[in-house]
């Protein structure tokens, strides 16, 4: 089937500009995640949904992170008044439970340049 | 919190030969898993292997095996009869047994090169 899906590949936007990232899971898959790759940081852990819910939110960079995720399914990224610090990788995985050791499956990402 | 250090920032093996790279991590807990992801040039992270702290057995999937101490804190991945599309960076990660929002923590990576 399907694999996880993420859009837009690329996204150059202006400083102070708001983005919206996608991410289309794997169907069936109850959790969904996110996390930033950047070349100073590495790989960070930014929030989890299981079903519509996210628990804690607390690994969202700042305020001007949000994320929601509708009817179980596709969820979005949401970056207000963008700073040139936000420019990174931005993956999204999903695993069916989140329970367990089951796989997360990975996106393959949107890079996201603010200039 | 729990923190994943790789200390190679680069490897580079001859194909056919083996390589061994190396994942220490910290942690209080007792139950987690440990995992290594493959991420070539097209960013697709791709799950390699994968090892549950409880099972003392080392997991293996073909040609890719891990050496996995947990007194001393260590998850190494060695790779056998190294191929050219091995060629890409390798994540070490962590995942609690929490039962709830078990996000992974990542090392920096490991560059791996695949010299023909």
């Known amino acids: 089937g399907a694999g996880v899906s993420q859009s837009p590949s690329n996204k150059v936007t202006e400083k102070g500009k708001d983005v919206e990232l996608r991410c289309d899971p794997i169907?069936?898959?109850?959790?969904l995640y996110w996390y930033r790759q950047s070349l100073g940081q590495g790989l960070e852990f930014l929030i989890y949904?299981?079903?519509?819910?996210?628990?804690?939110k607390s690994g969202l960079p700042s305020d001007r992170f949000s994320a929601e995720r509708t009817g179980g399914s596709v969820s979005t990224l949401t970056i207000q008044r963008t700073q040139q610090e936000d420019s990174a990788v931005y993956l999204c995985a999903s695993s069916r439970t989140s329970g367990d050791s089951y796989e997360q499956y990975f996106g393959p990402g949107t890079r996201l340049t603010v200039t | 919190a729990q923190t994943v250090t790789q200390s190679q920032p680069e490897m580079s093996v001859q194909e056919a030969e083996t390589v061994t790279l190396s994942c220490t991590y910290d942690t209080s807990e007792s139950d987690y898993y440990l995992f290594w992801y493959k991420q070539p040039p097209s960013r697709q992270m791709i799950l390699v292997i994968r090892?549950?702290?409880?099972?003392?057995q080392n997991a293996t999937e073909n040609r890719f095996s891990v050496n996995f101490q947990k007194a001393a804190k260590s998850f190494s991945l060695k790779i056998s009869d190294s191929q050219l599309g091995d060629a890409a960076m390798y994540f070490c990660?962590?995942?609690?047994?929490?039962?709830?929002?078990?996000?992974?923590?990542f090392g920096k990576g490991t560059h791996l090169i695949i010299q023909p």
């Open positions: 090892q549950e702290a409880y099972k003392q």
């Open positions: 990660a962590y995942r609690s047994d929490g039962g709830g929002a078990d996000g992974l923590t």
């Open positions: 169907s069936g898959h109850t959790a």
């Open positions: 949904f299981q079903g519509n819910s996210a628990p804690d």
